[in-house]
């Protein structure tokens, strides 16, 4: 991770957010094309290295589930 929150892979830097810079930002291979990224214990999105971009996974600080109910 970069100072200005890039994630640099070979010659190619992915903007994530300037939020990381500096900060320890894991990627796992999850398949031959697509890693992982990951924060601390929550997975941020998907880097899939023939579209060169991260896309988001659901809502890693949101509840797993939201009720349409009321809460009457």
Do not use: Y
Request: hydrophobic content about 35%; proline content about 7%; overall charge negative.
């Amino acid at each position: 991770m970069t100072h200005c929150g890039r994630i640099c892979m070979g010659r190619r830097k992915i903007n994530l957010s300037w939020v990381f810079a500096g900060e320890p930002v894991g990627l796992r291979g999850v398949d031959d094309q697509v890693c992982l990224v990951s924060f601390l214990d929550f997975d941020l999105g998907l880097f899939d290295q023939d579209e060169g971009r991260v896309e988001p996974v659901s809502n890693p600080f949101g509840p797993e589930k939201v009720s349409t109910m009321s809460p009457e």
